[in-house]
């Protein structure tokens, strides 16, 4: 398996998954990177305060994919894939546990896929 594929493949679950701090004024909660992507396109005005989180999040989700895939790449064949999929499917575990949200008071948390794909979001 190529270190680009293995990268990739954990930024990917890592941008769906990993739950990142989000503040603004008087909002604040718990997102993954998809969920700040996705409020950045559906509300333009929220552009120049999402960028800051979008580059320093991203840098960060990257740094760490590509240290994993570093490691993940010195191990023999059959025991590299069986360690991706690994970390791949608990990222993804991750993404279905109830703490995602963003509120005004108390948030009423989620899981990240449910949160992603309604319209709590728009």
């Not at 769906?16 to 559906?42: C, D, F, N, Q, R």
């Not at 023999?76 to 995602?100: C, D, E, N, R, T």
């Not at 963003?102 to 009423?108: D, E, K, L, Q, R």
């Amino acid at each position: 398996m190529l270190h680009t594929t293995i990268k990739w493949t954990l930024f990917l679950a890592m941008c769906l998954s990993v739950p990142l701090l989000y503040l603004m004024i008087v909002i604040g909660g718990i997102l993954t990177y998809a969920h700040i992507i996705v409020l950045t396109v559906t509300n333009p005005s929220l552009f120049a305060f999402n960028v800051i989180y979008l580059i320093v999040y991203g840098a960060t989700l990257y740094f760490i994919a590509s240290r994993l895939a570093n490691r993940i790449a010195r191990l023999k064949q059959h025991v590299m894939v069986a360690v991706m999929f690994g970390f791949f499917f608990l990222f993804l575990g991750i993404g279905s546990l109830p703490i995602y949200g963003v509120s005004h008071g108390t948030p009423n948390p989620t899981n990240a896929y449910k949160l992603l794909f309604s319209r709590g979001l728009r």
